[in-house]
């Protein structure tokens, strides 16, 4: 595909905002890539902004956690467009009315039902297409659709509960399995098809306003995945398959007890042997994907907290090294253009800023952690480099205006200090577009806003509360909420920071 911009990601002074897709207007449950998606790209051409960021687009379990997912590769089928398909002539509008009527949260039997009318009426140019699809992707669609066929005959069970035949990828149970579940296994592949398809025009969309896509990847894989079932030497596992160290994070800002993730730990002395094949062809399709990637937990490829899998909590882990530099050096000699962000929050050692800096990785500045301490906190937005990504919060933020309610006195205060002396007159704090001036106004390349500071939105619209299970990854917003004074007041503020496209 070519690429329509004539500069990189971060060779200029950019604003972006942060939108999950699932976030975007929908007739139906979740927002998905259709006419809202390209709203929104057109949203961000007219407000100055150059970047969207995105979390992890790929397919999630049941609880819908982008950061928990069946695939390393696969895409979120429910952000497919139904509606471009019946634009193609692979649905009807009948069948996207009885959808939207039936409330139901699953788009599977349309799509594949667009699938049998594909396979019966699509021309030579289309099969063509889908056949070099499925070539191109087969290091790891192959696996993927058998995995996902062989998950649904067992009732959706994880990998680790299915007969050992299946489990422990016994050739000849492999191969019936092929065979039985033909059907299935094409209509998986078909739906892969269609959103990287979907994906990559909207992609050529964004770039045609000059917007980039930024991306983002988990560290860790789901050990209910088809990358763990596929290739499980290359976790640490142990005789039986089961995990006996989990991934999480230590007691920290978010969480008196940590964060037990409970995501299977990387056998890096496997990885390595085979040259990091299996992280350089995932970030070879997020960067096929996206213009722009950012490694959640970056901290993890310097040393990673690893917790026995019989505790309950974070708290008894330990530290455990990882080869970080062989990684990222071998990503780069793969990838030479890749735009990779360090996603490096939380316990940060002077080795987690040596491996960045070592690769010139920007890294991430929350001004919500700035205000209430010392004076050299890194985070305060005088403190900041220009290489990095400035943001007011992230997903795992309350939103601005939740945050300054929350504030104590202490943090407050140092706040409204803090803005007064960047103001040349007294100034009636006006929350949250003081906060999204000051991340603008900082010296980062990239400022991003989340859409609910955007749009000022209180606590009742954070899309995520770490170190919880239930109730996330559910915020949607609508065009009805953005009002004419707030685009003006956003547009205004990125082109006064020197960051319009």
């Known amino acids: ?21 699932s976030s975007l207007p929908s007739e139906f449950y979740v927002g998905d890539i259709g006419a809202e998606a390209y709203r929104f790209v057109d949203f961000l051409h007219e407000i100055g902004a150059s970047v969207w960021q995105t979390l992890p687009i790929n397919m999630p379990h049941a609880d819908n956690s982008p950061y928990q997912c069946l695939s390393a590769h696969a895409c979120n089928p429910d952000f497919i467009s139904l509606e471009a398909l019946e634009a193609k002539r692979l649905l009807t509008k009948d069948d996207l009315s009885a959808l939207a009527i039936s409330k139901s949260t699953d788009k599977s039997p349309l799509i594949a039902k667009a699938y049998l009318v594909f396979s019966q009426k699509a021309g030579k140019k289309q099969r063509q297409e889908f056949e070099d699809f499925c070539s191109q992707q087969c290091l790891w669609l192959n696996d993927f659709a058998l995995f996902l066929a062989l998950r649904k005959k ?19 149970a492999l191969e019936q399995a092929q065979a039985e579940l033909i059907q299935e296994i094409s209509v998986i592949k078909f739906t892969q098809f269609v959103f990287f398809t979907q994906w990559l025009e909207l992609k050529a969309y964004a ?63 496997a990885m390595a042997a085979n040259g990091y094949a299996w992280w350089i062809s995932r970030m070879a399709t997020q960067n096929e994907l996206f213009d722009i990637v950012r490694i959640d937990h970056f901290r993890g490829l310097q040393a990673a907290w690893e917790i026995p899998a019989n505790e309950e909590t974070a708290i008894n882990g330990q530290w455990v090294a990882a080869p970080g530099d062989e990684l990222l050096a071998a ?30 990785l920007p890294g991430m500045k929350i001004l919500h952690f700035a205000f209430g301490g010392e004076e050299d906190n890194p985070y305060l937005p005088h403190h900041i480099e220009s290489n990095s990504v400035a943001y007011t919060g992230t997903h795992d933020n309350d939103t601005t205006v939740g945050w300054y309610n929350s504030l104590d006195e202490n943090q407050r205060g140092h706040l409204h200090a803090y803005l007064q002396s ?8 006006n929350m949250p577009n003081d906060l999204i001036d000051l991340t603008m106004a900082s010296n980062a390349q990239l400022a991003i806003i989340p859409m609910q500071d955007v749009l000022a939105l209180d606590s009742n619209h954070r899309m995520n509360m770490p170190g919880t299970s239930t109730g996330n990854w559910l915020w949607r917003f609508n065009w009805q909420e953005l009002q004419p004074e707030q685009q003006k007041t956003i547009a205004d503020i990125i082109a006064s920071s020197g960051r319009r496209s």
């Not at 067992?154 to 000849?172: H, L, T, V």
């Not at 960047?422 to 704090?429: K, L």
């Open 1 to 21: 595909m070519t690429h329509l911009h004539s500069t990189t990601p971060l060779s200029q002074r950019r604003a972006g905002v942060l939108l999950h897709v």
């Open 154 to 172: 067992f009732n959706q069970a994880g990998w680790n509960y299915w007969p050992e035949a299946y489990k422990n990828r016994d050739a000849i």
């Open 207 to 269: 770039a045609s306003k000059h917007v980039y896509l930024f991306g983002d990847i988990p560290i860790f894989v789901a050990y209910d995945s088809a990358d763990v079932w596929a290739q499980p030497h290359l976790f640490k596992l142990d005789s039986d398959k089961n995990m006996n160290v989990v991934a999480g994070v230590p007691p920290d800002y978010f969480s008196e007890t940590g964060q037990r993730w409970g995501n299977p730990h990387y056998n890096w002395e």
């Open 331 to 360: 990503i780069m000699r793969s990838l030479p253009k890749i735009t990779l962000i360090a996603e490096d929050l939380g316990i940060i050692t002077p080795e987690v800023d040596a491996l960045r800096h070592q690769y010139n």
């Open 422 to 429: 960047s103001r040349s007159t007294p100034h009636e704090v």
